[in-house]
């Protein structure tokens, strides 16, 4: 089995206006359960925008699940075989110390 599984989600438009809907309307604390149990999963990694692409990771028996708006899949798309050390470099960021 692959390490790295992309998963497309095709959500409907009514899927699309009820998160919508919680967005504007569930306080914040509340929010990020609801969106999940809707979802099955999370908001988009990022930007934490509606998701379009889930991405699963093989991790020695764990499964790390993220999820993509499209805009932030291309990034995903750009970096997915580039050490954290090249995305760093490569788009300026700053590493965080690793003693934090």
Partial sequence: MSKVRIEE???????IEKINRIQA????????????ALLGGPMCSICSGIPTKRIYYKLDGLTRI????????EFF???????????????GCIKANSNV
């Fill in 9 to 15: 989600l095709n959500l409907s438009d009514e899927t």
């Fill in 25 to 36: 309307e569930v306080f914040i604390t509340k929010r990020k359960d609801k969106l999940r």
């Fill in 66 to 73: 993220e999820a993509y708006c499209d805009k932030h899949f």
């Fill in 77 to 91: 798309e750009k970096t997915r075989d580039t050490s954290m050390n090249d995305i760093i470099e490569g788009y």
